[in-house]
């Protein structure tokens, strides 16, 4: 009976010993493979498609420890600089076996289209957007590690940035088309190019209407608008045109399907 007390009591040390030992194992090689350089996180490459900004960053896992590495997960959240949500992607590699190296790329997509839809004022005004980039795996089938690798901030510009309307000239007249030119104060400031089309309301001095007409605006990523906008106006009563009163301007842009109101100008 005393023999087996003790047979056991020997067992459990070992045991123990045995499961103290993996423990110490297991973690040591954990922090050594994430302090050596065993995940690499290369520099961010971008791209722009379909109104979508692609965030492209390439993970290289390279598990020189003693067990096997699973469930690793990349997750980068983008929010703005009110702290809302505006992506979430989640990037997974099943398992990394111990000796061996793992590549994969996470993709952060970012709907430019459908957040300038939902958030207006990003259209005019500079910002900024915060990511954080974390990782997250077990190891040994026992731990569990999360790490905060990156929390940067990304700055934005707004396409229609400092958008006003300067003044509008009248330069002809021909008996049914109107023709002017709108200077407009604009600079580009975002990544992709700006497109849309200035819409006008003719109104003499009384304010009767006296016809509407298009102008086409392009700007260029990281340019301005240098010169006026030309556009036709077609008079629906040309007997009723006294060459004086004012224009109601608004900017449609037909990518968001949504048209902007720049407020009335005399014209002259």
Known sequence: MRQSIRALGWTVTISTIILFLFLVTAFYSAVQTIMTQGITISGFQTSFSDGSLILSVPITVNNTGYYDITDFTVKTILTDANGTVLVEESTVMPEVRRGETASTTHNLTMNVLQILSNM??????????????????????????????KNMSMPWGAPLKDLTVKNVTLTG??????????ALELKNNAFFDIGGILRLKVYDETGKLL?????????????????????????????????????????????????????????E
């Open 120 to 149: 207006t004022h990003l259209l005019f005004h500079d910002s900024s957007f915060n990511m954080t980039l974390a990782i997250r795996f077990r190891y040994a089938h026992a731990f569990s590690f999360q790490v905060a690798m």
């Open 173 to 182: 007249f021909n008996g049914t088309f109107l023709y002017m030119k709108i």
């Open 211 to 267: 016809g509407s007409g298009t102008g086409p605006v392009h700007v260029p990523h990281g340019g301005s608008l240098t010169e006026p906008v030309e556009a036709m106006i077609e008079i629906e009563d040309p007997l009723s045109f006294t060459g004086k009163g004012y224009v109601e301007v608004s900017l449609e842009l037909p990518m968001m399907d949504q048209t902007f109101d720049l407020g009335r100008i005399e014209y």
